[in-house]
């Protein structure tokens, strides 16, 4: 008898839930060294000495809307839950034990290391947030509604330490950018400042590097946890929105980079594209005002025909940019939108059968996408879609940005070093207009 596609569907979710639920959570180690530093002839990971810095930590700035942690045996400062207000502070990652620069800048570039570089998380300090949501408000006789002043005054506050925070930063850092990280499903606190100081570390500690951890769940039964980070997702495109803001307009910020993955890719474009249709309607040029450089998204856990829209539902509103000269499209970032994209990631097999989904963006190989769709895209300007098809390099190919040293090297040099596709430090191979490849490697 003929198997359903229905039967290998449920049968595929099940193992692929069972998979997830199994895996163990081992130490976390610093990603491997991307070829681009590897020796013997790699470039410096740092750029300058940085003995003066002290502490080998990674210091990051975070930004949160998770609830405080209520779990009596966790020892994370935020857990699972929603709060009804964006914090935000400060965290150090520590990597190794006694580790001095030398040995750390010696293991950095190496493709096979000597030493464990263990990451863990050290002191973590909560330096302000905001009033809770939503605003008190006041009536006054006339029946007009205002915000309450008192509320303004905390929000006020709060921004300024903020702003303060950030170019308190900046001056200290070689480049006045700040570099925004966003994670996915089942991720903790921890685990996104990991990422991050991953990312952070091999960009040559150069940029502020902050990022913004939202109440994903990663505990429970899977399917209900997913389910329960979805809407989770949601609650906080808000709150990411107000920050990507106020790190575009805090003093001494040239330049914004986002990055994101998995889940946290549908947070960020829902975010990025509330921020673009707010500008617009006030006949603000977005690349202009918002100072995003790229936008980076790997593994994005999105339906091809929902992401499609979030890039692009704005030149199909031509109402909404009526007061731009002869209707121009306005210029959204000053780089690149730049998508990963791998159909080995076995972790969104889950998401595209709940979803029943056609497609992720995340899972999309380079004969799936449509030739008059990548000359649109093509027309659309600063677009690219990059397919990793190689080996898996964690337990469900789904972290390749960072576990592969091939993806992470193309990653650093588009953000660190400003490379475009094509040039001899990003030489993958060109599919389509919009379209490249990773070479196979040899072994």
């Given at each position: ?30 990603m ?9 002839g ?35 400062p ?5 709060e009804?207000?964006i ?91 700040v ?11 921890e ?43 949601d ?7 107000k ?6 307009r ?13 889940r ?13 249709l707010?500008?617009?309607a ?13 936008l ?6 999105i ?9 692009t ?9 009526s007061v ?17 994209s ?11 059968i ?18 008059e ?29 960072t576990?592969n ?39």
């Amino acid at each position: 008898m003929p198997v359903s596609r229905r039967y290998v569907e449920l049968t595929s979710l099940t193992v692929a839930v069972l998979l997830l639920g199994a895996c163990a959570s081992a130490p976390r180690q610093l990603m491997p060294t991307p070829v681009l530093y590897q020796q013997p002839g790699g470039e410096p990971v740092f750029a300058e000495p940085r003995e003066a810095l002290g502490s080998t930590d990674i210091d990051l700035l975070f930004i949160t809307d998770r609830g405080a942690e209520t779990d009596p045996e966790s020892t994370l400062p935020y857990g699972q839950g929603r709060e009804d207000r964006i914090k935000f502070g400060t965290t150090r990652v520590s990597i190794g034990e006694d580790l001095t620069w030398d040995a750390l800048d010696r293991e950095s570039r190496l493709a096979e290391r000597t030493r464990e570089l263990e990451l863990s998380l050290a002191r973590t300090q909560e330096l302000g947030g905001f009033p809770a949501e939503p605003y008190d408000v006041v009536r006054d006789a006339a029946g007009n509604v205002y915000r309450d002043p008192e509320v303004l005054r905390e929000h006020d506050q709060a921004k300024r330490q903020f702003e303060q925070e950030v170019a308190r930063r900046i001056a200290a850092s070689p480049r006045n950018e700040v570099i925004l990280y966003v994670h996915g499903f089942n991720e903790t606190f921890e685990s996104a400042a990991f990422t991050t100081a991953d990312l952070c570390h091999f960009l040559g500690r150069e940029s502020v590097c902050a990022f913004f951890t939202w109440p994903a769940s990663s505990t429970g039964n899977f399917l209900t946890s997913y389910t329960t980070t979805t809407e989770s997702a949601d609650y906080a495109v808000n709150h990411l929105k107000k920050v990507i803001r106020m790190l575009a307009r805090a003093p001494g910020v040239e330049r914004v980079q986002l990055l994101a993955h998995s889940r946290g890719t549908a947070l960020m474009l829902d975010a990025v594209r509330e921020l673009m249709l707010e500008t617009i309607a006030a006949g603000q040029e977005p690349s202009e005002v918002l100072n995003i450089d790229n936008l980076v998204l790997f593994s994005p856990d999105i339906d091809v025909d929902v992401g499609a829209q979030a890039i692009t539902s704005y030149v199909s509103d031509p109402d909404l940019i009526s007061v731009w000269p002869s209707r121009r499209l306005p210029r959204s970032i000053s780089g690149y939108l730049t998508v990963y994209s791998s159909p080995e990631d076995r972790a969104l097999l889950v998401s595209r059968i709940l979803f029943r989904s056609r497609n992720r963006v995340g899972n999309l190989r380079a004969d799936s996408i449509k030739p008059e769709v990548q000359d649109y895209l093509k027309r659309f300007g600063r677009f690219n879609i990059i397919i990793y098809e190689g080996e898996r390099t964690d337990a469900f190919g789904h972290s390749y940005f960072t576990t592969n040293p091939q993806v992470s090297a193309d990653v650093i040099a588009l953000l660190r070093y400003g490379k475009a596709l094509g040039d001899p430090a990003r030489e993958l191979i060109q599919k389509g207009p919009v379209v490249w490849e990773f070479p196979e490697v040899a072994r």
